[in-house]
């Protein structure tokens, strides 16, 4: 497949707010589909029940919003009132189940919502321990991830078994790889993966079965390898904040337009979260109680515990990646993303890392300003940068 | 308005408590006592006694701030450094007050802390607040995580996961920071009296069932929840002062009289209300004077059980001290689930018999405001009773629109009356 061919795939799949493709797998598979909102769950559980994780991201700024708007006062993020908006007009009929991470207040509560709305349907809280240690907050995750087993074992009528976990932690670990093969080489040769492209890829993730989703990363890969991109004079630049809500697409080419590659980001975290081999001595789930544990993701909804001072990974991820600076782009209302904001500031400066900051939504139209904003920070890091 | 404020002796006596708080706080570093910075929800105030320490609650801060006329300024401050518009204001104002220099209430300059105590009970916001501030005070924080009532039950599994965390993250950190050991049989001294003052507390807020209510469970509600929900539970002062309310209400309620507002008593009830949501603070009195210049009373509210739910069976028990903590911070609440406060508002609704409800959204506090207009609805559809909505801010006076709010209210009461044929004029008394 050629390159074009597989980002107007992904797009298609970008635009499918209603969920046809998971739809067509439904039918093909016989199988179950259970949504899950950012930012972290573990999808392998749900993979290796027999059950298609979907991430569902809102509808961007493809969906009008009339029902979503009567559940959430103004000053609510955009997030939760397209996911209602989606979920109240039927087009979240074919899942057969909801997850809600604890990624904040508001997500929290739209699990209370769902349940309200939709009792019918399986939804769960996952809430993942914010106490580190393996003996306790260790043990409580365990007991959660069991409790989940147990809820889509029987949502799904398959209960799996340890080699089951180990082979779908399998399947993502090589999709993970894979993922990070394609930031590597962004990082390296940016005009090589534009931004949109690989923000393409990464939504496709969320939405297509694992190893269709690997295969098409192979092919990608495959294919840049093939082709030659031009090199432009564009400032390198890390992007921060937006792990939850997305921001639309036109805004990633905007950027672009605006003469910044994009080598990092905290798009779509899950895409790029670590899981360890399972050990031969421990099981299976024990690699996905440490997979959280022993995380060393700032996800903002993370207590960073002491030692651990926020902004230390962007500063690393920063100067790894080779960027010369930060865009920090957090999603309006976002609690999480703009409370740690200053926080990650002083750590740029201390590192004198320039950044510069801006809001958008899900459904942001008005690009004009953002690009004026992102287009002098990169002008400003290609004129004085070096100096 | 009236410039004299009518009070009771219980607020003249919690007035002195927090004032001499407030002057132990100002010694605690000559005291050599460590100080402690958590939050309402889920405190731990007896743990903290028992070590001798001294809690500060930014919250409580923040509200006083509020109360004073002071948080415009500091939450400009804040912003001025880079904090958002659309975040918590307490969190800005908590900020702004410390880049002023940290005075308190009272004048007087409050502690650096020893220990951020992160008791993180149904708010996002608790982390990301002592993330910033460990920022600035390079100090420790003691997490602990208490897990959401999703289903609406604490498992023995939640119980087990806080306790131990208490055990081996909590305790430690104190010890830790006030070189003392734990003395578990004070500890459970701590826990008893707690139990004493909660079930005082307790008839307090149940004297509204009787018509006339003798309190009004929200305005005067956060005055009698002060002493319980901050740095006094455990204490002896606490146990005297919920028997001393507890007989003043008694005393009213004998006598059949209504709830004492800063005008007076407040006679001929025409209207009784459940409020779901924190008020606002910066315009406290104001707001309280569009209800009692209708004659509504607040027979039950939700924000009095930020700091606990002892009216629904609640008690601290001194034979678990470390457990009975737990469950207490797992029964806070904003960690209640969303069908969890649909039901105990109805019930609310139901058991204070109350004409109506009202939702006070605040833009500040997502734990509390998300899915308030879906409750609305549900609590509407399940009591048959009409709800009001409005919307205002905890310490941010931005947001605080007295006459939207008047509006609002006065339309809402009119309805009320108009459904049960209420007489629009006030009776001669």
């Known amino acids: ?387 | 308005m009236k410039a004299s404020v009518v009070k009771e002796p219980s607020m003249v006596r919690q007035k002195e408590l927090i004032e001499g708080y407030f002057h132990r706080l100002a010694r605690a570093k000559e005291d050599g006592r460590a100080v402690v910075y958590t939050f309402v929800p889920g405190n731990l105030t007896e743990l903290l006694l028992a070590f001798d320490a001294l809690p500060v609650l930014p919250e409580i801060n923040a509200l006083q701030s509020g109360m004073r006329k002071l948080s415009g300024e500091y939450i400009a401050e804040a912003e001025r450094a880079g904090h958002s518009e659309d975040v918590c204001s307490y969190v800005k104002c908590d900020i702004g007050m410390m880049l002023k220099g940290n005075v308190g209430p009272t004048g007087e300059k409050l502690p650096e802390p020893d220990l951020l105590l992160l008791s993180c009970t149904g708010c996002f916001t608790f982390i990301k607040w002592f993330e910033l501030l460990r920022q600035r005070y390079r100090c420790p924080v003691a997490m602990l995580h208490v897990p959401y009532q999703e289903s609406g039950v604490v498992t023995p599994a939640m119980v087990a996961y806080v306790a131990k965390q208490l055990e081996t993250e909590v305790v430690p950190k104190l010890e830790r920071v006030t070189k003392k050991r734990l003395d578990v049989a004070r500890l459970q001294e701590l826990l008893a009296r707690s139990r004493t003052a909660e079930d005082d507390l307790v008839a307090v807020f149940e004297s509204a069932r009787r018509r006339p209510s003798p309190i009004d469970a929200y305005f005067s509600g956060v005055y009698y929840i002060g002493p319980l929900f901050t740095a006094f539970r455990g204490t002896q002062e606490a146990v005297d002062f919920y028997r001393l309310l507890r007989a003043e209400v008694e005393a009213r309620a004998a006598l059949g009289q209504g709830p004492v507002t800063p005008e007076g008593a407040l006679e001929d009830e025409r209207f009784r209300l459940v409020v779901e949501g924190p008020p606002n603070w910066t315009h406290f009195r104001e707001f309280w004077k569009m209800f009692y210049d209708e004659r509504a009373v607040v027979v039950a509210s939700t924000y009095t059980k930020v700091g606990g739910l002892y009216d629904r069976g609640f008690r601290h028990d001194p034979s678990r001290p470390l457990e009975t903590l737990a469950e207490y911070c797992l029964g806070c609440y904003t960690n209640l689930s969303l069908p969890a406060r649909v039901e105990l508002i109805s019930d609310y609704v139901r058991d204070y018999q109350a004409d109506g409800f009202l939702i006070n959204s605040v833009k500040s506090c997502d734990s509390f405001s998300a899915g308030q207009l879906v409750m609305l609805r549900e609590i509407e559809e399940r009591t048959s009773r009409a709800g009001a909505f409005i919307e205002t801010d905890l310490v941010d006076p931005r947001y605080f629109s007295a006459s939207n709010v008047k509006t609002r209210l006065e339309s809402y009461f009119q309805m009320l009356a108009q459904e049960r044929r209420v007489p629009e004029t006030v009776p001669a008394s």
């Not at chain 1, 980002?7 to 949504?35: N, P």
């Not at chain 1, 007009?89 to 309200?116: A, E």
């Not at chain 1, 957090?330 to 201390?350: G, K, S, T, V």
């Open chain 1, 1 to 387: 497949m050629s390159i074009q061919a597989i980002v107007e795939r992904c797009e298609a799949l970008y635009e499918d707010v209603e969920l046809a493709a998971v739809r067509a797998w439904k039918e093909r598979t016989q199988g179950k589909a259970v949504g899950y909102l950012p930012a972290y769950v573990p999808r392998e559980i749900l993979h290796a029940c027999g059950v298609l994780p979907v991430g569902i991201l809102g509808g961007g700024d493809q969906v009008e919003i009339v029902r979503g708007d009567a559940c959430f006062q103004s000053y609510i993020c955009h997030l939760p009132r397209s996911v209602l908006e989606l979920a109240l007009s039927g087009k979240l009929d074919v899942l057969d189940g909801m997850l809600f991470p604890s990624t904040c207040d508001v997500i929290r509560n739209l699990s209370g919502i769902w349940k309200l709305r939709f009792p019918g349907k399986l939804a769960r809280y996952v809430d993942v321990p914010q106490n580190f240690d393996p003996a306790v907050g260790g043990v409580f995750y365990r007991r959660l991830l069991e409790d989940l087993i147990d809820d889509l074992a029987e949502l799904s009528g398959h209960r799996p078994s340890d080699d089951d976990l180990r082979a779908s932690i399998g399947a993502y670990q090589t999709n993970r790889a894979l993922v990070e093969e394609l930031y590597r080489l962004r990082a390296q040769a940016p005009w090589r993966v534009p931004t949109s492209e690989a923000y393409l890829l990464l939504r496709a993730g969320m939405l297509l079965p694992v190893e269709e989703h690997s295969a098409l990363l192979r092919d990608y890969l495959a294919e840049v390898e093939r082709e030659e991109r031009r090199e432009q004079d564009n400032a390198r630049i890390v992007l921060r904040g937006s792990f939850c809500e997305q921001p639309p697409l036109t805004l990633v080419r905007t950027l672009e337009r605006a003469g910044c590659y994009v080598v990092d980001d905290d798009f779509m975290p899950i895409l790029r979260w670590g899981v360890g081999r399972p050990s031969d001595a421990g099981d299976a789930l024990d690699a996905l109680v440490r997979a959280w544990l022993e995380s060393e993701s700032e996800l903002p909804s993370r207590f960073a515990a002491d030692g651990q001072p926020k902004g230390a990974r962007l500063v690393e991820k920063t100067r790894r990646s080779g960027a010369e600076g930060v865009l920090l782009a957090a999603p309006n209302f976002c609690d999480p993303a703009l409370l740690e904001r200053p926080m990650l500031q002083e750590a740029l400066a201390e590192a004198e890392i320039p950044c510069t900051a801006f809001l958008y939504a899900e459904n942001t139209g008005q690009l004009q300003p953002i690009r004026e904003q992102a287009g002098t920070f990169a002008d400003s890091l290609k004129l004085w940068g070096e100096a």
